[in-house]
């Protein structure tokens, strides 16, 4: 079994900046691409950032610049650093890896999710 733990959300004022992580552990083998998607209340879910093993990453055209995905193979975990946040960024944020076990099965997994909120 593969467990992604989520932590960082919160409430901060626009302008302000939050920093989420995203630590997998578990029958892990290796970690091909890991990311975070946000959901909205009465929105569809949407890709947020993204970052291959290699460090290679891909963002939202409503981040970009402000929003900056990285990762640490070694602790199996993800960050997403948020700055500029603006009330639109509110959203339940939810971390998932593409993961290898050691029986060689490839699966997605998903975080439970984190609450942002950006509000004065």
């Known amino acids: 079994q593969v467990q992604l733990v989520e932590s960082g959300g919160g409430l901060v004022q626009p302008g302000g900046s939050l920093r989420l992580s995203c630590a997998a552990s578990?029958?892990?083998?290796?970690?091909?691409?890991m990311g975070w998607d946000r959901q909205a209340p009465g929105k569809e879910r949407e890709l947020v950032a993204a970052?291959?093993?290699?460090?290679?990453?891909n963002y939202a055209d409503s981040v970009k610049g402000r929003f900056t995905i990285s990762r640490d193979n070694a602790k199996k975990t993800a960050y997403l650093q948020m700055n500029s946040l603006k009330p639109e960024d509110t959203a339940v944020y939810y971390c998932?890896?593409?993961?290898?076990?050691?029986?060689?099965?490839?699966?997605?997994?998903w975080g439970q999710g984190t609450q942002v909120t950006v509000s004065s």
């Open positions: 998932n890896a593409d993961v290898l076990d050691y029986t060689l099965r490839r699966k997605d997994y």
């Open positions: 578990g029958s892990i083998f290796s970690i091909n691409d």
């Open positions: 970052i291959t093993s290699g460090g290679r990453t």
